[in-house]
């Protein structure tokens, strides 16, 4: 059939494309989020490794694309959990950004 291999290329290159800008939005999202979590980290420092440790990062895992936020020091887990999460910072840094994040998404899709 006349052209089907200039579509299916073309098909191709905008997917390839639209993975990428999936990535790069990831990307922007995961280091946004870890200055948030680094400026809005409710205890206060001792050395400042716990602030300091505070990561955002991207994963690819197949077709699917991940945003972390986690902690570094082996303490965050505690930082997280004890006290009734008096001094956690993922989850609600995590759950103040999901609205945003998804709208963002909505954006790069319906921009077409």
């Known amino acids: 059939?006349?052209?089907?291999?200039?579509?299916?290329?073309n098909l191709r290159d905008w997917a390839a494309r639209?993975?990428?800008?999936?990535i790069?939005?990831?990307?922007?999202w995961a280091g946004t989020l870890e200055a948030?979590?680094?400026?809005?980290?409710?205890?206060?420092?001792?050395?400042g490794h716990a602030r300091g440790g505070l990561t955002g990062s991207t994963y690819v895992a197949g077709s699917?694309?991940?945003?972390?936020l986690g902690?570094?020091?082996?303490?965050?887990?505690f930082l997280e959990l004890a006290r009734d999460g008096k001094y956690?910072?993922?989850?609600?840094?995590?759950?103040?950004?999901?609205p945003?994040?998804?709208?963002?998404?909505?954006?790069?899709?319906e921009g077409e």
């Open 88 to 98: 956690a910072i993922l989850k609600p840094t995590l759950d103040a950004a999901v």
């Open 18 to 22: 639209r993975r990428a800008e999936v």
């Open 64 to 68: 699917k694309v991940l945003i972390a």
């Open 36 to 47: 948030q979590a680094k400026v809005n980290a409710p205890w206060v420092d001792d050395t």
């Open 1 to 9: 059939m006349p052209g089907a291999d200039e579509v299916t290329r």
């Open 100 to 109: 945003e994040i998804y709208q963002t998404y909505k954006r790069l899709w």
């Open 24 to 28: 790069a939005l990831a990307q922007v």
């Open 71 to 77: 902690h570094t020091m082996s303490y965050g887990v």
